[in-house]
């Protein structure tokens, strides 16, 4: 599914569309140029999740967590620094009561752990629009996509 994002709005909306739709257990995999807008749409997806932290760029820490609920976390991953390393304890956070977004995950050496996943591609366009193509990896994530398609 390909989305012509005009400002930042539309992306921030594109992002609360997913929060609504996914479950947890979800592996959410954003890759892009810097400033494409990846971290922007996780912010999108933690306002959709009542998160009042501010989000940022994780990439000194590799990994922020987030609760949700009692029980139910999200966690953001920016894997910008990683260059083909392994980040083995990554897999650790992948479960269902946690929702996965990694920024950069290309950059990580450990793909295998990556069974089924939503990937999301980011392309500058210009100044205020992106480019931003959605592919579900996995049949569960076929299915939140069309459920995307019906809300756009
Ligand atoms: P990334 O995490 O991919 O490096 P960011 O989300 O941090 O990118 O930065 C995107 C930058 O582009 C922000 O400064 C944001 O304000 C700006 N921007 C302009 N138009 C858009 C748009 N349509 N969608 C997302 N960000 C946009
Ligand atoms: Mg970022």
């Not at 609504?20 to 400033?35: K, T």
């Not at 990846?38 to 999740?49: D, E, H, I, S």
């Not at 998160?51 to 994780?58: L, V």
């Not at 991953?77 to 290309?106: C, G, K, M, P, T």
């Amino acid at each position: 599914m390909e989305y012509k994002s005009k400002n930042i709005e539309d992306t921030l909306a594109l992002a609360s569309k997913l929060a609504h739709l996914i479950p947890y257990g979800s592996v959410i995999l954003l890759n892009g140029d810097l400033g494409a807008g990846k971290t922007t749409f996780v912010q999108g997806f933690a306002r959709a999740k009542k998160i009042n932290e501010k989000i940022t760029s994780p990439t000194f820490t590799l990994l922020k967590i987030y609760a949700i609920t009692d029980k139910n976390c999200l966690v953001h991953v920016d894997a910008y620094r990683l260059e083909n390393a392994l980040f083995e304890e990554l897999e650790d956070y992948i479960n269902e009561n946690n929702i996965l977004l990694i920024e950069w995950s290309h950059n990580l050496k450990n793909q295998e752990i990556f069974e089924q996943y939503l990937a999301i591609d980011f392309t500058y366009i210009s100044k205020n629009q992106r480019k931003i193509t959605l592919t579900a990896v996995g049949e569960q994530y076929q299915k939140i996509i069309e459920g995307m398609k019906q809300n756009v």
